[in-house]
């Protein structure tokens, strides 16, 4: 694996990144561009970990599904499709033979509401058209614009012209977003009553409103969160991290890591870094 300029490549993959506009940074996570090149190994295992993010992709090349604890959802191509927040791993499964290429756009934890105005455990481990969610002719327009442009990024800057618009449309729910900031600042090493007490607000109120704005609660974001610090960690050395012992930076014990670790991937930590997941890993990298 290695870096050049604003990607990352592997022998047979590519991803590339964008930035969003600068008014939609608080807003959109990531943007990035992955391609394959149709000669990834068998072996490939294409986990996509959970982040707390919502995602909306547009695939404009091969054919893909999504698995989410053993649901299927076939993805229409040349359609935004909407990737609800996850607590379980999610397979990418495209065809590992033959060229595929996708743009995803990352919504940050606490902006989806802002976009997708359902109710976010409604989304919750399901992947579905955008249109499916709102049903109006701008999303119609939108996605007609998207397939016609060819480039990548000019499919980026469309989409980012309609969310643009798409806020204004919606009021900002400060309270909730106060607590999912507290959550990442805290790299999800925070107790629920240390929640409350930052946001004013009993347990109750809030597993209820990150259930409606986030589609998990708090307690399941914050420990996403944790894992996906660890993760981040894994990724730059596998055989030292375990060896080290590095993941006490970031759970109490290691039974606790484990069982973490194979909620959110599927499988304990030793068995994993024997696996190929270049299409997990380098969406993370």
Not at 1 to 11: D, L, P
Not at 198 to 205: I, P, V, Y
Request: include cysteine.
């Amino acid at each position: 694996m290695y870096k050049i300029g604003g990607g990352i490549h592997m022998s047979n993959l590519t991803i590339s990144r964008l930035s969003p506009r600068l008014d939609l940074k608080p807003f959109i996570k990531d943007i990035w561009i992955f391609e394959s090149n149709g000669m990834l190994s068998e072996d490939e295992m294409r986990i996509i970990a959970p982040n707390g993010s919502v995602k909306l992709m547009m695939h404009y090349e091969g054919h893909l599904a999504g698995r989410i604890d053993g649901h299927s959802f076939p993805v229409p191509e040349h359609r935004l499709i909407v990737a609800g927040v996850s607590d379980c791993p999610v397979i990418a499964d495209f065809d590992q033979g033959k060229p595929f290429g996708c743009i995803c756009f990352e919504l940050n934890p606490a902006a989806a509401y802002r976009l997708l105005t359902v109710p976010q455990h409604e989304l919750r481990n399901v992947i579905l058209p955008f249109g499916d969610i709102i049903d109006t002719s701008a999303i119609r327009i939108l996605e007609e614009q998207m397939y016609v442009a060819s480039d990548p990024v000019h499919k980026s800057v469309l989409f980012q012209d309609y969310f643009s618009v798409a806020l204004t449309r919606t009021q900002r729910d400060t309270t909730f977003e106060q607590g999912v900031f507290a959550i990442i600042n805290a790299s999800g090493r925070i107790s629920m009553a240390s929640l409350s007490q930052q946001t004013g607000r009993s347990d109750r109120w809030l597993r209820a409103k990150f259930a409606e704005r986030l589609g998990i609660g708090p307690k399941t974001f914050a420990s996403i969160v944790r894992f996906q610090s660890c993760f981040q960690a894994l990724l730059q050395d596998k055989h030292s991290f375990l060896q080290g012992g590095a993941f006490i930076d970031h759970y109490y014990d290691q039974a606790h890591f484990i069982k973490e670790f194979k909620r959110f991937m599927g499988y304990p930590p030793t068995k994993y870094t024997s696996l190929h997941n270049e299409v997990g890993e380098i969406i993370y990298f």
